[in-house]
């Protein structure tokens, strides 16, 4: 499918979801980088917003675009990693008005909006999809680090449930083709700033837990971002830990992003689907992974939240 979709395009632009993670930024810089070395006939741009800081030891990742400077229209649109069209944000016009599209995922809330879609629930990561759908023999080591990043990223460095043999055959054959595994995962995965660190522990002293310790949740305002000099490409992983507590089921983490408006991430371990909370909110994500944004405080959030988490785990009871 892929390589026969590129073949028939002369103007291509990939973009992933808004605040790019590691699966979103590997997946999407893995396929920008295997047209340029296999197709370098073709016109080619990939468009996301800002990476954090330790992804851009990837080749060529200066030449994201980060704005539309231009009026482009393209023979074909990869969207990558997004589990619907808004999640694009700001490239989703361009989805819009290319001749073809091509949509790529393994978000269980997609909806399969794309012209043609290669959505797989249980996949692992979108990088691993991107993998699948790739000729072997033109996998370059560039390709091969912004792949691995991808699920690396996706599966916690594979510790999560999503890792299957075929992901580990995946990552195994991409480890041939020369990536420095240790260095990438504790560069990317592993290492945070001083700020960062700063935050996480602010973030973990004034968590709370509720339903009697099934579920703990924290948050961090505008201004106390503003004063520790973090974006939200700076918060990856503090659900994560969160969600390490023992006796929790689901961990709940939100940002502000404007006044009294919350980007609300969700980690489940195994009683709660998240998604299904997610999406009940405007939302999606995994069964384990999920998001959504609401207008309010963080106890509007939780109020919001409690009831139908309460559900699955009465449930399961």
């Known amino acids: 499918m892929l390589d026969r979709l590129i073949r028939a395009a002369n103007k291509i632009a990939i973009g992933g979801h808004v605040h790019p993670d590691g699966d979103c930024t590997g997946s999407c810089m893995g396929l920008y980088l295997y047209i340029l070395e296999n197709y370098p006939e073709k016109q080619t741009d990939i468009y996301l917003e800002e990476l954090p800081d330790s992804f851009h030891f990837l080749q060529r990742s200066g030449e994201i675009r980060q704005e539309l400077s231009e009026d482009r229209d393209y023979d074909l649109f990869c969207c990558l990693d997004c589990g619907d069209k808004e999640r694009l944000g700001f490239s989703g016009e361009l989805f819009d008005r290319a001749a073809h599209t091509l949509c790529v995922d393994h978000h269980i809330s997609n909806t399969n909006f794309g012209e043609e879609n290669y959505v797989v629930p249980d996949a692992s990561s979108t990088s691993e999809l991107i993998y699948n759908l790739m000729e072997k023999d033109k996998i370059t080591l560039p390709v091969a680090e912004a792949l691995y990043l991808g699920i690396v990223h996706d599966t916690g460095v594979f510790q999560y449930s999503c890792t299957s043999p075929a992901t580990l055959r995946a990552a195994a054959d991409l480890l041939e083709r020369g990536v420095d595994a240790p260095t990438l995962i504790r560069k990317t995965f592993v290492e945070k700033t001083y700020a960062q660190n700063q935050v996480l522990g602010r973030t973990l002293l004034e968590s709370i837990r509720f ?82 944004t609401m207008a309010g405080t963080p106890h509007d959030v939780l109020n919001n939240l409690s009831g139908l988490i309460q559900d699955q785990l009465e449930e399961k009871a």
């Open 211 to 292: 339903m009697g310790g099934k579920c703990i949740a924290s948050y961090i305002r505008m201004r106390e971002m503003e004063f520790y000099g973090v974006k939200p490409k700076d918060l990856e992983g503090i659900v994560s830990q969160l969600r390490d507590t023992t006796g929790v089921e689901v961990a709940i983490f939100m940002y502000e992003t404007k006044p009294s408006v919350y980007k609300v991430s969700l980690r489940s371990n195994n009683l709660v689907d998240v998604s299904k909370v997610a999406q009940y909110l405007g939302g999606g994500g995994h069964k384990k992974a999920a998001g959504f």
